[in-house]
């Protein structure tokens, strides 16, 4: 009850907040206009539609759970509303998971109604959805709870501004560690392989999560992999709001 | 005997600068101890240390040595928590939220029910006048307004220790007599009141024992009186129809000599050379309007143990 407390009070104050809806306004524009660039393609244009859809979901929801994440605690601890809260029988992990929580609802909401436009934009312009629309899009939700974990632990270690720098680094660099396994020849079998290899394991794999590029394409994708990229990034999250919480408990506020 | 409300043993806390640097102790072996039902007020100057040692009883700030426990639950313990009520120097709380509301969320904090959460609230909202405003935002509150609120919650979880950071700062002479009124009211309900304060006045009128920070630690801790009756600064006699050479006489060993309105004024620096004098005037044709002990304030208790304090370290 306590975590649900907090986390309802996370997700109302985060309704508020102006940068949700200027994003949230980005994005749906973003979608909208997707056609245009589809005019401009000469190849499939429902495919440049269905391309850029997604891709706007994915990336406005990550610039949602950036902003609004790397504020979550630091904000309550700079405008002193911590004191009164933390200092109730409540375990420090409770505040960070309620806060979590908090946000991770409202990013699901965000994501339903930009998939929801999205949808009916693609359907509009002729163009057919099936399971797998919604597979990626539950996959970019499941990346989002990853950066928004992220976020949250940077939030209770650093300010929004440095913190989201950092997010924002770590998540265009999560995206490209495909580099780091395609090495040049002269490389291979060298410690260095191993070295970037182990780095490629530890690092999240943001690019596994974008299977909306397979959809746009329409490449089939088996829900096995959809399903074992659910668990790799619940297992990645899971441990990043470990370390939040490690952080948090022995912080002085 | 009774239980102890709060015990804190050798308790150091050191914080860090922003660059990870040392800075010197604000607590340095502060051992203290406040028995259940009473009310204790904690002194000190500016950035002695009182807010730091509310905080790590609270659980906000974690000591660097020693220990802290309440009802003899570590202060690392979410127990020790549960019995406590704590109002922060400045109380901040969600703006967007309006009392009811703030209530209600602190009353899930503690884990109360929606039928305790409610009693609470009509109770509360009737003994902190908090009706008139309860669908109101916080965003628009005055510090009093604000107070008021940060008592509520405080008192939400009806809980056997209240620790209040300056529960009177930044108050007008109705908000303070407001808090005071409430304090006496806690202590007549069997409180246990643990609160910070520099206004000395009002500490003299509701604190049943009082402990001095300085330099990290508890100076001086005790029962008001004792720690008053120390020290009668002066005695004062006010006479009238007494001679002018008597007067003259007198004043050799008096430490000062003015007109009062009733008469004249002797003090005296001991109670023996107050009576000798007095003894003087009746002998003559004189009259002792009054002879009255002018104790030490606890105002100059303070600077006085302040410095007593600085010099001994
Ligand atoms: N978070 C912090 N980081 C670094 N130093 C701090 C921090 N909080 C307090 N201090 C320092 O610790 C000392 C004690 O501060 P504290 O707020 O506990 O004093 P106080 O007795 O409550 O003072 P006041 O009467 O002004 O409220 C001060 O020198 C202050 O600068
Ligand atoms: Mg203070």
């Known amino acids: 009850m306590r975590i649900r407390a907090i986390a309802a009070n996370t997700y109302r104050e985060a309704i508020r907040d102006k940068v949700l809806y200027l994003l949230l306004i980005f994005g749906i524009i973003s979608i909208v206009s997707s056609r245009i660039l589809g005019y401009m393609s000469i190849g499939d244009e ?31 601890i700079d405008k002193r509303t911590i004191y009164t809260i933390i200092s109730r029988p409540i375990d420090r992990y409770e505040f960070i998971l309620g806060k979590y929580l908090g946000l991770i609802t409202l990013l699901a909401v965000t994501t339903l109604v930009m998939g929801i436009i999205s949808a009916l934009y693609i359907v509009m312009m002729g163009g057919s959805l099936g399971v797998i629309y919604f597979e ?41 560690t495909g580099i780091l396994i395609d090495i040049p020849v002269d490389m291979q079998g060298t410690y260095m392989e191993s070295l970037l290899a182990a780095i490629y394991f530890v690092l999240p794999n943001l690019s596994n999560f974008d299977i909306w590029k397979e959809y746009a394409n329409g490449i089939e994708i088996s829900h096995t992999y959809v ?18 919480t490690l952080v948090f408990e022995n912080k002085d506020v | 005997m009774s239980e102890i409300a709060i015990e804190t043993k050798s308790l150091c806390k050191r914080y860090r600068s922003h660059l990870g640097m040392g800075l010197p102790p604000t607590l340095d072996g502060l051992s203290l101890r406040v028995h259940e039902h009473e009310v204790f007020g904690f002194l000190g100057k500016n950035g ?54 703030t ?22 909202s009737e003994l902190l006048d908090l ?50 009124d409430l304090m006496l009211r806690l202590r007549e309900e069997k409180k246990t009141v643990f609160f910070s304060s520099h206004i000395l006045g009002d500490v003299e009128q509701v604190c049943d024992r009082v402990g001095m920070l300085v330099n990290g630690k508890l100076h001086r801790e005790g029962a008001l009186q004792d720690l008053l009756t120390r020290e009668t600064l002066r005695v004062d006699v006010v006479t009238r129809d007494v001679p002018e050479d008597t007067i003259a006489e007198l004043s050799t060993s008096a430490q000062r000599v003015y007109d009062a309105d009733e008469g004249v004024c002797l003090s005296f620096s001991s109670h023996d050379d107050a009576d000798a004098a007095a003894r003087k005037i009746y002998a003559g044709s004189g009259r002792v309007v009054s002879l009255t002990p002018i104790a030490e304030t606890l105002e100059d208790y303070f600077v006085r143990q302040q410095e007593d304090g600085e010099g001994a370290s």
């Open chain 2, 48 to 101: 002695a240390g009182k807010t730091t040692t509310i905080k790590i009883l609270c659980g906000l700030v974690w000591q660097n040595q020693g220990e802290a426990s309440i009802f003899g639950y570590s202060n690392r313990d979410k127990r020790a928590r549960s019995l406590v009520g704590y109002l922060p120097e400045n109380p901040y709380f969600y703006e967007y939220l309006t009392p009811r509301e």
């Open chain 2, 131 to 180: 009706s008139d405003i309860a669908n109101q935002r916080v965003r628009g509150f005055s510090k009093g307004m604000r107070q008021r609120l940060g008592f509520a919650v405080a008192m939400a979880g009806d809980p056997r220790l209240l620790i209040l950071d300056e529960p009177m700062s930044g108050l007008d002479p109705m908000g303070r007599h407001m808090v005071r």
């Open chain 1, 227 to 244: 399903v074992w990229n659910m668990v790799y990034g619940a297992l990645y999250t899971a441990l990043l709001l470990y370390l939040a």
């Open chain 1, 46 to 76: 429902l495919k440049i539609i269905a391309d850029i859809s997604l891709a706007s979901i994915s990336i406005f929801g990550a610039l949602i759970a950036v902003f609004v994440g790397t504020n979550l605690v630091y904000k309550e």
């Open chain 1, 136 to 176: 990626a899009v539950l996959l970019i939700y499941w990346k989002l709870l990853l950066v928004t974990a992220f976020s949250v632990l940077l939030s209770s270690l650093t300010s929004p501004v440095l913190g989201a720098i950092i997010v924002l680094s770590a998540y265009v660099f999560g995206h490209g």
């Open chain 2, 103 to 124: 209530l209600d969320f602190y009353g899930k904090l503690n884990g109360d029910t929606v039928a305790a959460r409610n009693k609470r609230w009509d109770y509360l």
